[in-house]
C-alpha cells in the first residue's frame, strides 16, 4: 500500500541530497517544457517513466481521460509525439506506469495493475512509440495477480524486472530477467520470497534504495547493484493488507545476479527465502510501528545501511539505521521524538510518515533525511561519518532544516533515466491531490499540465 509513496519520497529525498553535482540554487538554471495534461486527482503519474537514450526523451502517463499515454521528444526540441496505448486506470494510485528501454532500442511498458493480470507492451521497431504491441506475458508462471514492478538495469544495460506475485499479505517477489537475443523473458530462480505456501500467510515489501545513473542518483525500489557488481536487498514482512501487520527487518545478498543469497555473514540462503529461512537483521514484532517504506544504501566499502522507522519501548515513533560491524548488526536509534503517530488500514496512506531516506555523500559519510509533519523541522536531513553514526546516542545530533538543490521544483514527480547532455537533469513535474486510499475522490480534479523541467548547473 505504502511502496508508492514511498518513490515520492525518495524523488523528495533526491532533490534534498543534491542529485547533480552543483552547490547551490543559484548555480543552476531552469527551464520548463510542458507535455500534457494529465490525471490530477491522485499521484498515479511518476515514478520510472521518464527515460532517455541520447538522442530522444520518453515520457509515460495517464492522460486527463485515464488513458495510458506515451511521449517522445528529440532532446533538442521541445515538441512531443504522442502514442496511446489501450489501458485506462481507474483511482488506484498503485497503478503506475513503469516504462523503460533495452540495449537494441526497444521500448517497454507495463503497469496499471495491482492484483490484477500482467499487462505489458513491447515496440515493434527501435525508439518507434507508435509500434507498441501487446504481449501480456513475461514467463507465463504466477502473473495472474501482479503488483510493483521493479526495473533493475545493470551496468552493462541487462534488464531484470522483480514483482510482486499475490497480495499484500499473501504474496512471493518474482525475478525476471530479459534476454535481448530471443526478446523473451527467463526467471531466475522459482521465487525469491513466498509468503504464500505457510500458515499464516505474508509478503515480502523490499525496501527503496537510491541507485547510480548516467544522469545521477535515481530513486526507485527493490534491488540495489553496488560499484563491485554485488546485489544487496532489504525488505519487512507483513502477515494481512493492514500496514500494523509488519514485522522484522531482512536482509540478502548475491553475487551472481539473483542466482543464489546469502545473508551478510556468507551463510546461504535457501531459495524461496521465507520468514523461517530469512537471514533477520532485527526482530520486530507486529504492531510495533514498522512502516514498508523503508531504505537500503551500501557505501563504497561495501558496508550496507538500512533505514526505517518502528516505535521505542515509550510507544513513540522514531528512526532507526542497521549496518553491520564485521558478522553483527548494529541497530541505532538516530532520533528521539516524544509523538506517536498511528497508523493502520489498507491503501496508500494519505499523509507523510516518518519514513528515513539513507545514502552516501559523494565524500562517503552517511545522508539520513526525512519529511514528517509532526517533527521539528518537518523536513531535516543528517550527515554523519560511520564513526558517529556507530557511537552515537538517540538524538545525540540534530536534524537541520532540508534545502531542495532547488527551491523552484516543487511536485516533482519522476527524475529522468538514462544520459543526458553533460550537467543536465531532468524532472516531471506535475501537481495533483493526494491518495485517497485507492478510491474515487467526492470531487475529483480537473486534469492538469505535466511538465518536463530541465535543469542545468553552471560549468
Not at 486527463?64 to 489501458?87: C, I, Q, S, Y
Not at 552493462?156 to 518474482?174: E, L, V
Not at 550496507?304 to 518502528?310: D, E, F
Amino acid at each position: 500500500m505504502f511502496v508508492r509513496r514511498c518513490i515520492s519520497v525518495l524523488i523528495c529525498y533526491c532533490i534534498l541530497s543534491g542529485c547533480m553535482a552543483v552547490s547551490s540554487a543559484e548555480e543552476m538554471k531552469m527551464h520548463k517544457i510542458p507535455v500534457a495534461k494529465g490525471l490530477a486527482s491522485h499521484p498515479v503519474n511518476g515514478g520510472r517513466c521518464l527515460i532517455s537514450d541520447g538522442e530522444y526523451q520518453y515520457i509515460a502517463f495517464y492522460d486527463g481521460d485515464h488513458n495510458m499515454t506515451v511521449g517522445k521528444r528529440k532532446l533538442t526540441e521541445t515538441k512531443w509525439d504522442f502514442a496511446k496505448l489501450p489501458e485506462k486506470v481507474g483511482w488506484d494510485t498503485h497503478n503506475r506506469v513503469i516504462l523503460f528501454q533495452d540495449r537494441k532500442g526497444y521500448l517497454h511498458i507495463t503497469g496499471n495493475m495491482h492484483c490484477a493480470p500482467l499487462r505489458y507492451y513491447r515496440t515493434k521497431a527501435p525508439a518507434n512509440i507508435h509500434t507498441f504491441q501487446p504481449i501480456h506475458k513475461w514467463t507465463g508462471d504466477y502473473e495472474e495477480r501482479v503488483t510493483y514492478p521493479s526495473v533493475l538495469k545493470l551496468r552493462d544495460g541487462s534488464i531484470y524486472i522483480m514483482y510482486r506475485h499475490g497480495g499484500s499479505g499473501n504474496g512471493m517477489r518474482i525475478l525476471v530477467h530479459y534476454d535481448e537475443r530471443t526478446k523473451q523473458w527467463i526467471k531466475t530462480v522459482p521465487a525469491l520470497t513466498n509468503g504464500r505456501d505457510r500458515n499464516p500467510t505474508c509478503n515480502a515489501y523490499p525496501f527503496g534504495v537510491v541507485a547510480e545513473d548516467a544522469a545521477g542518483k535515481i530513486p526507485k525500489s527493490g534491488i540495489l547493484e553496488d560499484k563491485d557488481g554485488l546485489w544487496h536487498i532489504a525488505w519487512c514482512w507483513r502477515q494481512t493488507p493492514d500496514v500494523i501487520t509488519n514485522f522484522d527487518i531482512c536482509y540478502a545478498k548475491s553475487l551472481d545476479h539473483g542466482l543464489s543469497w546469502k545473508g551478510w555473514d556468507g551463510s546461504d540462503l535457501e531459495l524461496p527465502i521465507t520468514p523461517e529461512n530469512a537471514y533477520v537483521v532485527e526482530h520486530i514484532k507486529q504492531k510495533s510501528g514498522l512502516l514498508n517504506g523503508g531504505s537500503l544504501t551500501v557505501d563504497g566499502r561495501g558496508h550496507p545501511y538500512i533505514g526505517y522507522t518502528r516505535f521505542d519501548t515509550n510507544g513513540h515513533n522514531q528512526i532507526y539505521i542497521a549496518t553491520p560491524v564485521e558478522t553483527k548488526w548494529k541497530i541505532i536509534q538516530i532520533t528521539n521524538w516524544k509523538h506517536r503517530f498511528y497508523f493502520q488500514g489498507r491503501g496508500t496512506i494519505p499523509q507523510n510518515p516518518p519514513v528515513p531516506r539513507v545514502s552516501i555523500t559523494n565524500d562517503e559519510k552517511i545522508l539520513v533525511t526525512y519529511s514528517y509533519t509532526y517533527a521539528n523541522p518537518k523536513k531535516g536531513q543528517l550527515v554523519l561519518t560511520r564513526k558517529q553514526l556507530l557511537n552515537m546516542k538517540p538524538g545525540q545530533y540534530l536534524f537541520q532544516k532540508a534545502k531542495a538543490a532547488y527551491s523552484g521544483i516543487p511536485h516533482i514527480r519522476a527524475v529522468n533515466h538514462g544520459p543526458l547532455p553533460q550537467g543536465y537533469i531532468h524532472y516531471m513535474q506535475q501537481e495533483t491531490d493526494s491518495p485517497n486510499r485507492d478510491r474515487k475522490p467526492e470531487q475529483p480534479r480537473e486534469p492538469t499540465m505535466i511538465y518536463l523541467v530541465e535543469v542545468k548547473g553552471k560549468g
